[in-house]
């Protein structure tokens, strides 16, 4: 004869919530594991959590020595690195996608089990009837479905942190890239006005010759001067551009603004290709993180909507109780159900029509966004070829001309 199997409103109950959570959990234990591997280097566990904090709160500023000290050239992978490293910017957004992931187990737990106890006042000390009292355990269950959306809610939010994670580090790189070139170029642009400044002091010394001969104006002597203390002002005005370049880059790097960086390489590499313009857009919408977090962020509110719509179906409490008041011993435990009446059918629509303007929201905000980056990578484009045009004419037409003039 088969044993049979006992199963009880409890275990039909934990059946229900726990179907389909396996796979969220695994996402979630996945997630987890891609941010520890994210962590910036500049965060350091604070005790007793997994938390991270920027190592420049454990002192001055001033006192943290620069990546680059002893360096002669600036390089610009190195840079890039060591602000991916060292930026708070990041590890603020990092401590934000750890802090959304954290949500997941909280959401899609069990409210913690109640117990009661009381005792009946007028038993105490009583000779006549026994010491009276009763206790009582219940557990709440929310209606089938409600984790797995609060769950599915949570798991979106933490991924769209993720991507604002992966957004704000291109970010940095777009202006650790940015601060560098302007860096680089009034380097170059310093180097070219010392020269400049030489050349002028010659063609000077040479006019004062021939003006001494009197073989031209005094005004070509004259001429010569103005513009060598017009290229002596654009120096100066040059070495307070590089300052602040200097100063930028250091705000990247949590450093201070006055700490001295090496001086950029001589030659940078040659121009990278890009994708071709025809398929820049479509390349776009595929690849920007920002646009991947808004698209799970309103995944996050489609969610919320069918939550808030389950909220109309009561939650099931399971009790278990015991009270000594009885005479009979077979009475003194019970076990039995509850569930709560969801007769606030105004809250709750108002909490339907809140949920769905906020999806509403969000697909606005991810077509909005959408249109924002295909113009921003049409903009982009234009200036690109405009730059190209640039370089191909300083290098066919303007530079060979003026070498010839001189």
Same mark, same amino acid.
């Given at each position: 004869?088969?044993? /049979? ?23 979630? $234990?996945?997630?987890? %594991? ?56 990041? %590890? #603020? ?12 187990? =909280?959401?899609?737990? *069990?409210?913690?089990?109640? +117990? ?16 009276? =009292? ?6 709440? +269950? ?5 984790? &797995?959306?609060?769950?599915?809610? %949570?798991?979106?939010? %933490? ?34 006005? /010392?020269? !400049? =400044? ?18 031209? $104006? &005094? ?34 790097? !949590? ?28 390349? #776009? ?37 015991? !009270? ?10 019970? #076990?039995? +159900?509850?569930? !709560? ?18 999806? /509403? ?7 909005? #966004? $959408?249109? =924002? ?32 003039? *001189?």
């Amino acid at each position: 004869m088969r044993p /049979r199997t006992k199963i009880t409103t409890t275990g039909i109950a934990a059946l229900l919530l726990l179907s389909g959570c396996a796979a969220k959990l695994d996402r979630y $234990h996945s997630l987890r %594991a891609d941010a520890l591997k994210s962590a910036p280097r500049s965060t350091r566990p604070l005790s007793g959590a997994g938390l991270g904090v920027p190592a420049s709160l454990a002192g001055d500023l001033r006192t943290i020595p620069s990546p680059f000290a002893g360096r002669t050239v600036l390089e610009l992978d190195d840079l890039r690195l060591e602000v991916l490293a060292r930026n708070p910017t990041l %590890a #603020a957004m990092h401590s934000a996608w750890q802090a959304a992931l954290a949500r997941y187990p =909280q959401v899609t737990a *069990l409210d913690d089990p109640r +117990f009661a106890y009381g005792i009946a006042p007028g038993t105490i000390g009583s000779s006549d009837v026994n010491f009276g =009292q009763t206790l009582e355990l219940s557990q709440r +269950f929310p209606w089938p479905g409600k984790l &797995k959306l609060r769950g599915q809610a %949570a798991l979106a939010e %933490a991924q769209a942190a993720g991507r604002d994670f992966e957004a704000t580090k291109l970010r940095l790189i777009e202006s650790t890239e940015t601060a560098f070139y302007d860096y680089y170029f009034l380097h170059r642009a310093i180097d070219i006005n /010392r020269f !400049n =400044q030489e050349l002028l002091l010659e063609l000077k010394r040479i006019a004062q010759t021939r003006y001494g001969a009197g073989l031209v $104006h &005094k005004q070509d002597a004259l001429q010569a001067e103005v513009e060598h203390q017009h290229l002596i002002h654009h120096g100066i005005v040059l070495e307070r551009a590089r300052s602040v370049a200097s100063a930028r880059i250091n705000t990247l790097l !949590n450093l201070p603004p006055e700490t001295i960086l090496p001086a950029p390489p001589v030659k940078l590499p040659g121009i990278r290709p890009v994708v071709p313009r025809d398929q820049l857009g479509d390349y #776009a919408l595929r690849s920007r993180p920002e646009l991947d977090a808004l698209a799970l962020r309103f995944r996050a509110r489609q969610a919320e909507v069918a939550l808030t719509k389950r909220e109309f179906f009561p939650d099931l409490a399971v009790i278990g109780s015991y !009270n000594s008041l009885w005479d009979a011993a077979e009475r003194r435990p019970t #076990a039995g +159900f509850g569930f !709560n009446v969801p007769i606030q059918l105004g809250r709750r629509r108002a909490a339907l029509s809140e949920a769905e303007a906020k999806a /509403r929201q969000a697909r606005a905000h991810l077509e909005e #966004a $959408h249109a =924002q980056v295909l113009f921003e990578v049409s903009r982009a484009a234009d200036e690109v070829a405009e730059s190209a045009h640039v370089v191909r004419l300083y290098g066919s037409s303007i530079v060979p001309a003026s070498e010839e003039s *001189l």
